[in-house]
């Protein structure tokens, strides 16, 4: 049975190896109604996905700025030309003196491997065909950035971030690592522990302030 009219959000726990927009055509085929996402995941990344189902969909630019909570694991000693496992792996064999992660606000470049359209193109499309363009430059907010555990090889981290954050890019920043591992466990006030559920859009309004006020 699909949602109803008004919609619904759909948390969803996306595995590794497809891309936000793979998951969204498969609710959509699974559910046989209109379906969107409210914020993508990089394709090695898994994690809390919301998909929005049938009027749901018009909430999108209220629910795509919420706040994202991440596990991330840094690889210590590699670089990536994509700063991510789906890239060109080199060995430096030298391990980052300093394990902290920048706070605050972070001045981020844009990667070629995002969905940003530069030029009426996804940056992404651009990439596999080897063109590089110059990409923009944004400010992002690190909230918290919190060290769980190193063993010398790979660092883990508990990162809270405002939307539009490249937590690969964030990595990079330790010089001589790369994001081996990237896990999304909170989108503003859902948690990756309620994956499954399908959240009614009143519901929503009461979570989230700013879909309050646009469905009064």
Do not use: N
């Not at 809390?48 to 629910?63: D, V």
């Not at 670089?79 to 001045?107: A, F, Q």
């Not at 555990?149 to 508990?158: I, L, Q, R, T, W």
Request: net charge neutral; hydrophobic share 40%.
């Amino acid at each position: 049975m699909g949602p109803p009219a008004a919609g619904e959000v759909l948390l969803y726990d996306k595995p590794a190896g497809v891309t936000s927009h793979d998951v969204v055509a498969r609710v959509r085929r699974e559910f046989g109604c209109k379906a969107g996402h409210a914020g993508t995941l990089d394709p090695f990344a898994t994690g809390l996905l919301l998909i929005l189902l049938e009027g749901a969909t018009r909430l999108q630019r209220f629910l795509v700025g919420l706040p994202k909570t991440y596990l991330a694991t840094a690889r210590l000693g590699w670089r990536s030309s994509t700063g991510d496992p789906d890239g060109e792996l080199t060995e430096t064999g030298r391990v980052p003196r300093s394990l902290e992660l920048p706070t605050g606000t972070v001045r981020q470049r844009v990667p070629m491997t995002s969905a940003v359209r530069v030029g009426g193109e996804r940056l992404y499309r651009k990439a596999h065909r080897g063109e590089t363009v110059a990409t923009p430059v944004r400010d992002v907010e690190v909230h918290r950035a919190e060290l769980l555990s190193a063993d010398g090889e790979f660092a883990h981290y508990e990162i809270e971030c405002s939307a539009g954050t490249y937590v690969r890019t964030l990595v990079e920043t330790l010089q001589d690592a790369y994001c081996s591992d990237l896990r999304r466990t909170a989108v503003g006030p859902f948690g990756i522990e309620d994956a499954g559920e399908r959240i009614a859009v009143q519901r929503v309004a009461e979570l989230v302030p700013a879909v309050a006020e646009a469905v009064r």
